[in-house]
């Protein structure tokens, strides 16, 4: 029943949205070059002030966001059941539910359950929610054409307008761009991004079409799934029943081959969806984005019916978009749009995206934060394969989960990509295994970013089986999956621990706070319930918390992550650092100012009360959510 009146509630929604109008007239304000991006500022200034070329920018209007929650929390509740008033202000993040110190640790079929009717508030609030959005944006179009200080004409000049973000891109002069700024109701404008020929996901780790004789030849079922032993993935799924039951999953790629020629490798037949049926090929054997898709939710079995191999969720539901070939970025926002709506949970994006720079943060990690928060969507991208060049542009991403590759002994792969800066954020945010990753469509083993990040997929979706909390919170999905992770390698040394007294800041350039590991995930959430959700009020500098922790046998290293939410548009970032005070009374303090993530990892750890006191860094007067994990790991 309550979901027949959720449909018809869509319905209504769609029907009704011209009846939505959340936008002010365009009105003047000071000239404010904060508005505009200092790329595309050096890009105008070449020109003459009286040069007509037309230039493709990304524009993003204003929107009153409390203004729209408040609208889409009434049209929730007027939907639903008052069962459902918690979840919605969950899925709204309006609900800052501090647990107490040992918290309420709810049963496992609690979690799951709740879980499950979390789906369908995100769904629900997705339509509401973007319907108010296209609605918007048809407007500021309608006044930019009404507009005789821009020469703009949507017939002409739009290139493309979000059905899920305030933010269209279109083709404008100098001029125009320079009264666009003085607009109160245009928020930022960025240069939109040139195609770039040499991303780092160019070349693939295979030739896909020399290989069908490998797999005629090749027949050693045994090494399937090799990677889910030393991720701890075969155990959360087959010992903690994390099968992904009730998950929907997004796979964003480039290149797909024909279904047909995968159909054995999925007799499961995870597929919910796809974006259009031309981003397949007719290509005879599988390709990069199949194999992705196998190592999540494919299924493998011989002649006489016997699985040889199962993927990490293999109840899950996959729906697949093509964000275009290596160098066409344009339409990745089309294809995170697509699995949105289609209520996937989790995307995972195996590719380059964003051409608008390698380490820089624009109008492509911007779109991917907003997105992010925005839809209760949990995105994991692959860093990339170019070593210390850096990672593209979108995975910059503060609110994204970024992996790194690494072997089965954590050791990281020579090219795994990550952002070389001391004044940027540090990316990748997690590592996972990626090497010699051996599935039925790679059998002899893939190895790059590509493959580790649907190991961190996979947790992501188990922990959306879970937990309706994780499933609804991306900012406390990665501070839960980021903290599962071990020390390994250069890890292990004490470099990368917090100092007492002092700042200092245990995160590694190349391996992000460490290497995956699931099951840590799983205690965490289901065990010990060590996790908090708040928000630091505009009028805030410091919030004061405690929580119990116990550390078994103590001496073992206990690792406190702070994760901040990185509001769009926030400008400049805002973060906070994280202080902990030990039960011995020892004082750690993690304070980076260029990243979201804070982290204090104490070894040896000790039972008890930990204080924790969180300062905000840059003294403005913005509402911070953050969310906080704390794991006991035993090294």
């Not at 890009?43 to 929650?69: C, G, H, R, T």
């Not at 079922?221 to 903690?240: C, I, K, M, V």
């Not at 998950?247 to 964003?252: F, L, M, R, W």
Request: net charge neutral; aromatic share 10%.
């Amino acid at each position: 029943m309550i979901f027949r009146k959720m449909i018809a509630t869509i319905l209504v929604v769609m029907c009704s949205v011209t009846s939505i109008a959340c936008m002010t007239t365009f009105a003047s304000e000071n000239k404010s070059d904060a508005k505009i991006d200092y790329e595309l500022r050096n890009k105008i200034n070449a020109l003459s002030d009286n040069d007509e070329e037309k230039i493709p920018v990304s524009v993003w209007f204003k929107q009153d966001e409390n203004k729209n929650i408040d609208l889409i929390k009434a049209k929730l509740l007027d939907s639903l059941s008052s069962d459902f008033t918690d979840l919605i202000e969950i899925a709204l993040n309006i609900k800052s539910d501090i647990k107490g110190i040992d918290g309420d640790v709810k049963s496992r079929e609690e979690n799951i359950e709740q879980s499950k009717l979390m789906q369908k508030v995100i769904e629900l609030k997705r339509s509401i929610e973007s319907s108010i959005v296209k609605h918007n944006n048809k407007v500021m179009i309608q006044k930019l054409n009404n507009n005789k200080l821009v020469s703009f004409n949507s017939s002409e000049d739009l290139i493309y307008t979000s059905s899920f973000l305030p933010n269209v891109e279109m083709y404008l002069t100098k001029k125009d761009i320079e009264v666009l700024s003085l607009k109160s109701d245009i928020d930022y404008i960025y240069c939109k991004p040139e195609l770039q020929e040499n991303l780092n996901d160019k070349k693939l780790s295979r030739d896909e079409i020399s290989l069908q004789s490998i797999y005629d030849d090749y027949d050693h079922p045994e090494n399937f799934g090799n990677f889910l032993n030393p991720t701890g993935l075969g155990t959360t799924r087959d010992a903690f029943g994390l099968y992904g039951g009730n998950v929907k999953i997004g796979i964003c790629d480039q290149f797909y081959g024909s279904r047909k020629s995968v159909a054995r490798y999925f007799t499961n037949s995870p597929f919910g969806g796809y974006q259009s049926k031309n981003i397949f090929s007719d290509m005879a054997v599988p390709r990069h984005g199949d194999t992705v898709s196998e190592i999540l939710a494919g299924q493998y079995k011989d002649d006489d019916g016997k699985i040889y191999y199962k993927g990490i969720v293999p109840y899950a539901k996959l729906y697949l978009a093509s964000a275009g070939d290596v160098g066409e970025n344009d339409n990745y926002k089309t294809a995170f749009e697509y699995l949105a709506s289609q209520g996937c949970s989790v995307i995972n994006m195996s590719r380059s995206i964003g051409s608008d720079g390698y380490s820089k943060y624009g109008d492509t990690a911007k779109w991917l934060d907003d997105f992010i928060v925005k839809y209760n969507i949990n995105v994991v991208a692959s860093a990339g394969n170019s070593s210390n060049t850096g990672v593209t542009s979108g995975k910059m991403s503060y609110n994204a989960i970024i992996v790194g590759s690494c072997d089965k002994n954590g050791k990281l792969a020579q090219k795994s990509s990550y952002s070389n800066s001391n004044s940027k954020a540090f990316k990748p945010d997690i590592t996972a295994y990626g090497v010699n990753v051996s599935v039925p469509t790679v059998p002899y083993g893939a190895s790059g970013t590509s493959y580790a990040a649907p190991m961190v997929t996979g947790l992501v979706a188990q922990m959306c089986q879970l937990s309706a909390d994780l499933r609804a919170n991306p900012t406390l999905m990665k501070a839960v999956v980021i903290n599962s992770s071990r020390r390994k390698d250069i890890l292990n040394s004490d470099d990368y621990l917090s100092k007492i007294g002092s700042s200092s800041y245990p995160v590694n350039h190349k391996y992000g706070i460490g290497v995956m590991f699931a099951p840590d995930a799983y205690i965490m959430v289901d065990h010990y319930n060590y996790f908090n959700v708040g928000k630091m009020n505009s009028d805030e500098n410091v919030v004061e918390l405690e929580q119990k922790i116990s550390a078994m046998k103590n001496n073992k290293l206990v690792r406190i992550v702070l994760n901040v939410k990185n509001n769009y548009p926030t400008l400049p970032l805002e973060t906070i650092k994280l202080q902990v005070t030990s039960p011995s009374g020892d004082t750690y303090i993690s304070q980076y100012k260029y990243d979201t993530k804070q982290v204090v990892s104490i070894k040896p750890g000790t039972s008890g009360i930990y204080k924790i006191k969180l300062v905000r860094l840059n003294g403005t007067n913005y509402n911070l959510d953050y969310a906080l994990s704390y794991n006991v790991i035993s090294e």
